[in-house]
């Protein structure tokens, strides 16, 4: 894993030596992405420049250092990211079409790249990847982001200057882009704790989207293109399978699971797995057993809270399988200690609270090992979270109601406030009682009196229900969140909480949480439930297969049983969170108190101090406003950090 940077002066005017500096000090600015190594290039006739820092994974030699010209002399690369279709690429370029020179991924795309061209070489490439690739001889520059969007890449242009990196901390570094706070982005953050693509925090900079290829011509042109979609996959159509076809489709999947994590075992540098006891997880884990000639490392992190802690299921499935097990507890002493390192890596305002705890367990890995493979993308892909389960046990109770009837019954459920509703809530059972009942028996009227479900869906993924009254000066619009009707199939609704997860949710928060975590020690993060290949057969099965017995991911858990006890990983879902709302009200209040001091947010003029200290007061009287005070705390702590950059 590395960082990129780079730079086109599309006048041409830039002198070598300034090209040359310009690219160093944005490469110094991700040089936690890639400590083993650093190089830059330029060329000043084209205005182009590189920069890269080098995380050492294969080919520790130096031929595989960055920047990359071709063996042709007409292209050069900057690449962060894994490969893991290497050997089938070299067989089809042939040793007498292209020579290798070492054997490492980055020149393996290269003369790919100079043999076939860019978009043919990327249909072949399975693993995740960001790279930068100049034509010498057209001065064009290609940037391209993998399928699912693992490796980050952001880019800006402002009139005749180009910049991009893997952190944005780097366009900033190039000087040449001006910086302006996106309000309305910034609103978008309140709603969801993260930025969503294509926007950032700032006006005019882009997260290039996943599955694209950005071209940027001599000539200014500029031009998106997508290889990959996701839309295009999760629609193709699907038929019902017998029997006997499941259990095929299913051993499929058991095999291709099987070849995406062995082929992620691939290393010059010692290996390990996270590990925390669920389903994903666990299943990563017990594959990289059966495939790895020596004993697998697995990490975990713990809470001294139980309603948190997972050490103990996971420290359960290592014992099975016989892994070499570690496990670090997390405390509020952590955090502390921790905060500092969140605006300075997470390089825009980001408040998924887990970031923490994985910030904790990276440090842990980094110790025994440079690469770990994670089991994110489970839950997304075969509809693992339990707001599914939420939305389609509401629908089915609003499938009972007569069409007529339900925008009236909706209409009586939201008019009635939400106060009353959590009174008349305690008169049922224990075992059916919920906290916010109130809130959430208006989302579920919302839905009957529209007769769609999407936005209570996009409700449950969401912090502040009116960022726009947050953030002072927005004009926000909330993205128009996936139809759920109540007239759909059962198998339509659970597509498109599915589709609507893997395009938004996934990158823009799980795995930029774990990019960054895992890159500000260097650990490099691997992710075999997201090779493509699984991707499109788990979208190929019918919806149907997904949940037995009202559980969902039985794919997954197939697998995953067939080599761990049922008994030893069967639990109620927990999450990675940690007890935030309990620690701002501890150990954390004084820390908070003081970011939050009205008066300094008045003289930012960002957030409006009234509501922020409204939402601060409710929490200290025993409201569960934890989440949302995050999400201001993260954004004051970024803003001190990166105030005088902003214009």
């Not at 694209?212 to 999760?234: C, H, K, M, P």
Request: proline share 6%; hydrophobic share 40%.
């Amino acid at each position: 894993m590395c960082g990129i940077v780079g730079i086109y002066d599309l006048t041409a005017s830039t002198p070598q030596e300034q090209l040359l500096a310009t690219a160093t000090a944005m490469a110094d600015t991700v040089a936690h992405r890639g400590p083993d190594d650093a190089g830059v290039w330029a060329d000043e006739r084209a205005g182009l420049a590189l920069g890269h820092r080098r995380l050492a994974i294969r080919d520790l030699s130096p031929t595989g250092h960055q920047p990359m010209v071709s063996s042709c002399g007409r292209y050069v690369i900057v690449y962060n990211g894994e490969i893991y279709s290497q050997d089938a690429i070299v067989r089809d370029l042939g040793a007498r079409v292209r020579t290798l020179r070492g054997h490492s991924d980055t020149e393996v795309i290269l003369e790919a790249c100079a043999e076939w061209g860019v978009e043919a070489t990327v249909h072949r490439l399975i693993g995740m990847f960001a790279f930068a690739l100049v034509d010498r001889l057209t001065g064009r520059l290609t940037l391209v982001r993998d399928r699912l969007g693992i490796k980050p890449l952001y880019w800006a242009r402002s009139g005749s200057s180009l910049a991009f990196g893997s952190e944005l901390t780097a366009i900033r570094a190039a000087g040449t882009i001006p910086l302006t706070l996106d309000r309305d982005a910034l609103a978008g953050y309140f709603r969801y704790n993260y930025v969503g693509a294509p926007a950032t925090v700032y006006q005019g900079v882009n997260k290039l989207s996943p599955g694209t290829i950005l071209t940027v011509e001599a000539s200014g042109e500029t031009r998106e293109s997508q290889y990959w979609s996701l839309d295009e996959v999760s629609r193709r159509p699907r038929h019902p399978l017998s029997p006997v076809d499941t259990r095929d489709r299913l051993d499929e999947l058991d095999a291709l699971l099987a070849d995406a994590v062995s082929r992620r075992l691939v290393s010059d540098v010692p290996i390990g797995s996270l590990l925390s006891g669920g389903i994903d997880s666990s299943l990563v884990t017990a594959l990289m057993v059966e495939a790895s000639p020596t004993p697998v490392r697995t990490f975990t992190v713990g809470f001294e809270d139980p309603a948190y802690d997972e050490a103990a299921s996971a420290r359960a499935v290592a014992g099975h399988l016989g892994t070499e097990h570690h496990e670090i507890v997390a405390t509020p002493q952590d955090v502390m200690r921790l905060v500092d390192d969140i605006p300075r890596f997470y390089d825009e305002p980001f408040a998924d609270v887990s970031q923490l705890p994985t910030m904790l367990v990276s440090e842990l890995t980094r110790r025994e090992v440079t690469v770990v493979l994670t089991g994110d993308g489970g839950d997304e892909l075969f509809g693992g979270y339990s707001r599914y389960a939420a939305i389609e046990l509401a629908r089915a109770r609003g499938r009972r109601i007569p069409g007529p009837l339900r925008p009236l019954m909706g209409q009586a459920i939201t008019r009635t406030p939400a106060s009353l509703l959590d009174r008349m809530a305690l008169l049922a059972p224990a075992r059916l009682r919920r906290e916010g009942m109130g809130r959430k028996a208006h989302l579920v009227g919302a839905g009957l009196a529209a007769d769609d479900f999407g936005p209570m869906y996009d409700a449950l993924l969401s912090h502040w229900p009116d960022p726009a009254s947050v953030v002072v000066g927005s004009r926000y619009q909330p993205r128009e969140p996936a139809r759920i009707p109540v007239s759909d199939s059962l198998r339509d609704a659970r597509d498109a909480m599915r589709r609507e997860d893997m395009q938004h949710y996934l990158p823009d928060d799980i795995l930029t949480k774990v990019d960054r975590a895992s890159m500000r020690v260097a650990l490099e993060a691997r992710v075999p439930l997201l090779d493509h290949r699984v991707v499109e057969l788990g979208w190929a099965l019918p919806s149907e297969l997904l949940v037995r017995d009202g559980v969902g991911k039985w794919p997954l858990r197939r697998s995953l049983y067939r080599r761990v006890p049922q008994a030893l990983v069967d639990r109620p879902k927990m999450g990675f969170g940690v007890p935030i709302g309990d620690w701002l009200r501890g150990p954390l209040r004084a820390w908070a108190s003081d970011l939050l001091d009205p008066a300094g947010m008045a003289r930012q003029g960002v957030l409006d101090a009234q509501v922020v200290q409204r939402a601060w007061q409710q929490h200290q009287a025993g409201a569960e406003n934890g989440y949302l005070l995050w999400d201001v705390l993260v954004l004051q702590m970024w803003l001190e950090r990166n105030a005088s950059a902003i214009g």
